[in-house]
């Protein structure tokens, strides 16, 4: 396993990022702490400077694991599931954006909070449809591209549409495309998995990006997670790709990401 | 310890409760099941048939630990921190009305999501003072009817107002009265607290009331938490009140009844 840690490309409402501001520095302080790999939270790429950014993450040697995209969700009301068609195809363009984006880095694409809710008016079935839709349109540029997507279930607070790793790979069934793993959150777990190390076991055809945050969505060691048994469990059905910390800046942005690396350091990762 | 389980009086949006309808039944049932209370969860007592109620728990020899006061602040916007004057004022009348209904069982008052939030435009420091200013009142009035409330840390999606047990001490603290303790809820714990066991033992001196519900708000059980350890922390700081079930009616609200007791039997509360 390889170890990485989000930050937000561009000023953001979302707090959940270990890094919001002087992309440069923060990727210098990544680097230097020993981190395999950035994971970019990207509102629209269309925005960035990109040539910037990638000749920052190859000249501080770091990998791009994944692109998080929850951004557009949060800020600007996008997702592959609103009622209104053109939204959707605001979503749809945007995801194509960010998958132009990660084929730079070979990254995967997450799933996130762009899928929306189910929305009073719509039906949960007419959601999936949208949903699925949109998706096997990404999906087919994305295959072009050669960029997979990840698919990130998210607490029931944030969402009322896949909220556990069960549900989720009953989504990815729906789809029925190749190309779209499981993103396996321990923060959203913690709430929503009956067991946390139960739920890795079953989902370990599906499982392509590994979120970390403790319990209380501080740095892995600040909260009450058991990441040594979650490791274990990640180890024991062969997972070899990233873990990503996304995490609350807290109590500061250097701290929370120093105790990111202490804690994956211990953890042999 | 004592085994209880909250039960709604009437019709709610709030569904984090075992028993929604039929009062009698319910009551019946969770006497039959071997509960020691019920916890009633009242929007508005003047709205009730009390005679019925204390009639009915009278019946079935249960004893109503606490009152829920959230339906108030859930259906109605009423709180403690509103900016407006009115709004703060009814909340005050509203919980002088729980004061007297639970002055009949000598149950504790839960003063929870009634608190509200700190809204956009409102400082921490105003929707502080405002809340201890009402609850000043209410306890001036508690005092009388010989009734105590018990303030409900909730995790940071329901409330930005009092999260965590020792946000709930250090408020109890600046409140500086007799007669309010802290209510310590397994749920919002598992998602706030650093350490769910290290937090009860700091809270030691606070605590008068608990709700338990596993880390997916379905009954004990049904989740990841360890509860043999919760109850030997609560052993190990001599709580002797209620363990009280909030949980959702999952799979079924008799379901949920019946994991709930059966895991409250085999740890021997």
Chains 1, 2 share one sequence.
């Not at 959601?127 to 990404?138: F, H, N, Q, V, Y």
């Amino acid at each position: 396993m390889k170890k990485s840690i989000v930050i937000s490309t561009q000023q953001t409402k979302f707090s959940a990022l270990a890094f919001q501001e002087g992309l440069k520095e923060n990727i210098k302080l990544i680097s230097a702490l020993g981190f395999d790999g950035v994971e970019l939270a990207v509102r629209d790429p269309q925005n960035l400077n990109k040539e910037n950014i990638i000749q920052l993450v190859d000249e501080y040697s770091l990998e791009v694991p994944a692109i998080g995209t929850g951004q557009a969700w949060g800020e600007e009301g996008l997702s592959f599931s609103d009622p209104n068609e053109i939204v959707r195809k605001m979503a749809v363009e945007r995801i194509i954006e960010q998958i132009k984006f990660a084929s730079y880095f070979s990254s995967q694409v997450i799933i996130g909070l762009i899928r929306g809710v189910v929305k009073e008016g719509a039906t949960r079935e007419e959601t999936e449809e949208w949903t699925i839709a949109g998706l096997r349109e990404c999906l087919e540029f994305a295959k072009e591209k050669n960029v997979k997507l990840t698919l990130e279930p998210v607490n029931r607070y944030e969402s009322n549409f896949i909220n556990s790793l069960e549900e989720g790979i009953e989504f990815i069934k729906k789809i029925n495309r190749p190309d779209i793993g499981l993103l396996a959150d321990t923060f959203h777990m913690n709430i929503e998995e009956p067991s946390i190390y139960g739920s890795i076991i079953k989902a370990k055809d599906f499982i392509t990006h590994v979120h970390f945050a403790d319990s209380n969505r501080w740095a892995p060691g600040y909260g009450h997670l058991d990441f040594p048994k979650i490791v274990d469990t990640l180890k024991e059905i062969g997972y070899q790709g990233y873990v990503s910390a996304e995490i609350l800046p807290l109590p500061n942005q250097t701290a929370a990401a120093e105790m990111t690396i202490k804690t994956l350091n211990l953890l042999n990762i």
